[in-house]
């Protein structure tokens, strides 16, 4: 028999009915208030567990339960050709930011219609026919261009381009940006365009928009296209765990907080799952990044918090074991959710420094387990690891409102170990090295 996702996933099969319409703007979550977007992620959690789909790659450990046996591969939508070409760039009249450029480019059509992504980029000074490395920063749900994201990063030394990927400006507020005449889809999301053809779907466009800014930028005369650098923030996430593996060119993506595997269970309002399987399934179908994460081969960076509301540990973990490429875990005990905190970890710009300028590597986690109580990792280091600690929790059931602690750990040359407390159902391991960068184990629990 055959499953309501696995229906829906080839998003070019015949029959296969696509997505589009728009996503209502408000805060994510404001106090204790949950934004819909935040209900239709856990629609699909609740709506679409079990449903997952079975396919030929990404074979994985029969040992953990926590590790995808198999992961179907979708064929991609988009014409990499196509978007590998740089977009053509238009002015952006009025948009004025210290040390910024604002401009428009050429998106894809959205309903036969031209469209135009609003963005801002900046680069500082360097020697004439140097060129520098780059970054593309996309933004999470309520979002649209940071000029001081982008600020952030050119002080760093690097040439970076923020973008809006739902048919907005720079300006508004959270949630309430101001829409121009060449939007593509509102975004953020999509839940509710299930009904629509791919092509005009936010998440074909917001992925479009990321492959096109790195074209764009890449284009630029003071960038070495050969050393971009790719990062999204929650839905951005999502957004640049797809185009991971869609487009091979950025030579690291880090997500923050967002991934994968968003229908697994876990305590995102799941009551209001009933009645909507069919349009759950078909988005995660196409959407999901499950289905691209296995073509993704350049080394990722992972950054997300233990508590995230959004995208738990579980879901984190199959996406990061999914993506053959390199890895490095960057978990905090807890993490806060939110543009300012998602952009703020330096070990993004750490692991930018050593894949796009050379500089040292952050811990490469080597191996982990447990020996009866005692847990253990080893790790090969950049820089001198000067600290180590188990953080675990003891608390069963959803991972949002778990509460977690930590202890330090025995610190040894390439190998950490702790004993585990008594009555841990979870736990990892951070180190910390001699510049306060923070990398993780994966997370075990039992």
């Given amino acids: 028999m055959v499953s309501v996702l696995e229906k829906y996933c080839d998003c070019r099969a015949p029959g296969a009915t696509p997505l589009v319409q728009p996503v209502p703007s408000k805060h994510w979550r404001t106090s204790r208030q949950w934004h819909p977007a935040v209900v239709a992620l856990a629609v699909l959690g609740a709506a679409v ?3 997952r789909a079975a396919g030929e790659d990404a074979k994985a450990s029969e040992e953990d339960p926590m ?10 939508p988009w014409d990499m050709a196509v978007l590998a070409r740089p977009p053509q760039v238009h002015a952006a009249p009025g948009f004025e930011a210290e040390g910024m450029r604002s401009l428009f480019y050429e998106g894809l059509p959205y309903k036969g219609k031209p469209t135009r992504i609003f963005a801002w980029y900046g680069a500082p000074k360097r020697p004439a026919g140097e060129k520098m490395p780059a970054m593309v920063l996309v933004h999470g749900g309520g979002g649209t261009a940071f000029d001081d994201w982008v600020r952030l990063w050119t002080g760093r030394g690097y040439a970076a381009l923020s973008m809006d990927t739902c048919g907005c400006t720079a300006g508004g507020t959270h949630g309430q940006r101001p829409r121009h005449d060449f ?3 509102p975004g953020w999301g999509g839940f509710d365009q299930t009904a629509d053809p791919a092509a005009d779907q936010w998440m074909y466009h917001a992925v479009a928009d990321t492959i096109l800014a790195v074209s764009l930028i890449g284009s630029f005369d003071e960038v070495d296209r050969d050393r971009i650098g790719l990062t999204g923030i929650s839905w951005g996430g999502i957004v640049v765990c797809i185009a991971a593996g869609v487009d091979p060119r950025p030579k690291f993506v880090a997500p923050v907080y967002g991934c994968g595997f968003l229908d697994e269970p876990e305590s995102l309002a799941a009551g209001f799952a009933a009645g909507q399987p069919e349009a759950a399934a078909k988005w995660l179908g196409l959407w999901d990044p499950r289905h691209y ?6 080394p990722m960076l ?15 973990k199959k996406s990061y074991r999914t993506a053959p490429g390199e890895r490095v875990l960057s978990v905090r005990a807890p993490m806060d959710h939110g543009q300012e905190q998602g952009a703020a970890p330096e070990e993004i710009r750490a692991m930018a ?4 300028r050379g500089g040292p590597p952050l811990a490469r986690v080597t191996g982990q387990g447990l020996d009866g109580r005692a847990a253990w990792a080893t790790f090969r280091a950049g820089r001198p690891v000067v600290k180590a600690r188990l953080e675990y929790t003891c608390d069963a059931g959803p991972w949002q409102p778990r509460k977690w602690q930590s202890v330090p750990a025995d610190l040894a040359a390439g190998k950490v170990a702790a004993a585990l407390p008594q009555g841990a159902t979870a736990w990892f391991f951070t180190l910390t090295d001699d510049a306060g960068l923070v990398v993780s184990t ?3 629990a039992r």
């Fill in 442 to 444: 994966e997370h075990a």
């Fill in 353 to 356: 420094d050593h894949l796009l």
């Fill in 302 to 316: 992972w950054v997300s918090g233990t508590n995230d509301f959004a995208f738990p540990l579980p879901a984190l």
């Fill in 49 to 51: 567990a079990g449903a």
């Fill in 67 to 76: 590790t995808p046996k198999t992961v179907r591969r979708v064929a991609p």
């Fill in 293 to 298: 994460l296995a073509r993704a081969k350049m």
């Fill in 183 to 185: 939007g593509g889809p």
